[in-house]
């Protein structure tokens, strides 16, 4: 059973080992004062654009779903319309009529060549033929309008397809299936692409340090978004009795719903110029936060004689921090510290200890 065990600890410590462990030097970095703080992802009501329906008719059909991003053009409902299926079946029928009265302006051209008809009746099916394309070329533009390919058009047809105005999530479907619409009745609601805000709740004592373009982070399915604040609204908000400010969302961002609450951490104030290491090198070790670093050389390889880990630890402060940095005391500016997959260094010295009480 022990030759069991020193074969496994053996091969673990050969895996932790052959692992890269990053290592980076401590720089000085700015920061500036931080705040958490509670959020939501808001929707300005200008970013909202209802598609409506420019016809009567009944509703047969979504080709959206809620929550579904769709481009500019992208088809969003079939409606079947009245008015639709008496507009397509006039514009065949002035078709018809045109293409008789260009063969009866044709035959009586002929016969006025041959003296066999007068002047008057010529001008007279020209007019009438003047008058059908008129007609026609009117109503095909309004069919061209509303989407109608009146180039492929050989029957009277009563469907119309609504299409998007612009690009945009489908935030609510407002009509039932199968039920009736009026003209301009809105059919769905499309929040628009990245129009999208953070509303903060700040404390008095900290709005009154905020500024235009300060930065919120905010954090969202295991992601930071950073934005930065566009309007400090001057009335306290009622319920909270926080200072509501607004902030853009400088990405784009898949899957952001609206109301959704947030934790964020706002930054304001001066920076100041502290020794920092990146946030991926600390670790939560016997209840304080440290950071690795390798031995000495010449402790080093005592060490591996030992089979201890190659790494020390050093306990630190947290002084500052933002999204990709810590202020710390507890290290020199230059010294050599592991920037990343602290965990594997923790599991060294976790079993370095082990081995040695096993002595």
Do not use: C
Not at 53 to 78: D, M, N, R, T, W
Not at 171 to 176: F, Y
Not at 308 to 321: F, G, S
């Amino acid at each position: 059973m022990n030759k069991i065990l020193l074969l496994l600890t053996t091969f673990i410590s050969a895996a932790l080992l052959a692992v890269e462990i990053p290592t980076e030097h401590v720089t000085m970095h700015s920061f500036s004062e931080s705040k958490k703080i509670n959020a939501k992802v808001i929707q300005l009501s200008n970013a909202q654009e209802a598609i409506t329906s420019v016809v009567a008719g009944h509703l047969e059909k979504y080709f959206v779903k809620p929550a579904q991003v769709v481009k500019k053009g992208q088809k969003i409902a079939l409606i079947e319309s009245i008015v639709i299926s008496k507009m397509t079946a006039e514009y065949l029928s002035l078709k018809k009529q045109l293409a008789a009265s260009k063969k009866n302006y044709e035959a009586l051209k002929k016969l006025y060549e041959k003296g066999m008809t007068s002047m008057s009746e010529l001008n007279n099916e020209s007019i009438k033929k003047s008058a059908i394309a008129a007609q026609l070329n009117a109503l095909e533009s309004q069919l061209l309008t509303l989407g109608i390919d009146t180039k492929n058009l050989t029957q009277a047809t009563p469907n119309y397809t609504l299409y998007s105005h612009s690009g945009g999530k489908i935030s609510a479907l407002l009509k039932p299936l199968h039920s009736s619409v009026s003209e301009n009745d809105p059919i769905v609601n499309i929040a628009k692409e990245q129009a999208y805000y953070i509303k903060s709740y700040l404390p008095i004592e900290y709005a009154t340090k905020a500024k235009l373009g300060d930065k919120i982070v905010v954090e969202y399915a295991h992601k930071k978004i950073p934005t930065h604040i566009t309007q400090i609204m001057p009335k306290v908000d009622e319920d909270t009795q926080r200072v509501v400010a607004l902030s853009s969302v400088d990405e784009k961002v898949d899957n952001l719903f609206i109301n959704t609450y947030v934790e964020a951490t706002l930054y304001f104030g001066d920076k100041l110029q502290y020794p920092a290491v990146k946030k991926s090198a600390l670790s939560f070790f016997n209840n304080e936060w440290v950071v690795f670093v390798p031995n000495e050389e010449e402790e080093h390889h005592e060490k591996e004689e030992h089979h201890e880990a190659p790494y020390t630890l050093a306990v630190v402060n947290i002084v500052a921090e933002d999204e990709n940095f810590v202020a710390i005391e507890g290290l020199e500016l230059g010294e050599e510290y592991v920037s990343d997959k602290s965990y594997y260094v923790k599991s060294m010295i976790l079993k370095s200890s082990l081995g040695e009480h096993g002595h």
